[in-house]
């Protein structure tokens, strides 16, 4: 089985830029627990959470995001993760 087969194909993303107050706001309307962080090029460079929303200190998604996603491609073997 590969990744394509059980992956989200339309992921909810948030810009570092924006507000801590609209990745909370876009969070509690998808009732999601976490959201990919996108440059304009769509290209992931880390995740806000609903911990990092609550517990973190910061105005934009940049500052209060984890760094250092670790990604694969959709034709990634599943059983190899």
């Given at each position: 089985?590969?990744v ?42 880390g ?28 034709d ?6």
């Amino acid at each position: 089985m590969k990744v394509v087969d059980v992956m989200t194909t339309n992921a909810i993303t948030i810009s570092a830029q924006q507000t801590k107050q609209q990745a909370a706001r876009l969070l509690s309307q998808h009732r999601i627990s976490g959201l990919p962080v996108v440059t304009e090029e769509q290209i992931v460079v880390g995740v806000v959470t609903e911990f990092d929303v609550i517990s973190k200190e910061g105005q934009t998604v940049g500052e209060i995001m984890t760094r250092g996603v670790i990604s694969v491609t959709p034709d990634t073997d599943h059983s190899s993760l």
